[in-house]
């Protein structure tokens, strides 16, 4: 699968994502006792075009975590093609230079004061 390229765009209304995505039913496990661990409540959607995978288990409906799944993947997709803006370099400031410069003369100082001098 391709990854998410800034440049594609994936829809991300419910009604492209049900085309666009495999739901597989999971057994949820952990807390909420026999009726969450023994059916298969949990939800994993994978997005074919962009081979991405999100998941929900929260609640003991399926239903439920269907409805999760789809609003996390539609998250996920916005996030993914949102454009990168480049950051901008700066220099260090003013006083981080002036403390380059001190810390650089307090370490000349120390060094200067473990040469062998021939008195």
């Known amino acids: 699968m391709d990854p998410i390229h800034p440049t594609q765009h994936h829809p991300t209304d419910r009604e492209h994502l049900?085309?666009?995505c495999v739901v597989e039913p999971v057994r949820a496990g952990g807390p909420g006792g026999q009726h969450r661990n023994k059916k298969y409540t949990g939800v994993r959607l994978?997005?074919?075009p962009t081979g991405t995978v999100v998941m929900a288990t929260e609640e003991r409906s399926a239903a439920q975590n269907r409805d999760a799944a789809f609003d996390r993947m539609a998250r996920r997709l916005e996030l993914a093609q949102r454009p990168v803006i480049p950051?901008?370099?700066t220099g260090p400031s003013r006083?981080?230079?002036r403390r380059r410069r001190?810390?650089?003369r307090q370490l000349a100082q120390k060094k200067a004061s473990r040469?062998?001098?021939d008195d």
Do not use: G, N
């Open 18 to 20: 049900e085309r666009d």
């Open 46 to 48: 994978t997005h074919l």
């Open 87 to 89: 950051r901008k370099e």
């Open 95 to 97: 006083a981080q230079r």
């Open 102 to 104: 001190e810390d650089k």
């Open 115 to 117: 040469r062998f001098t």
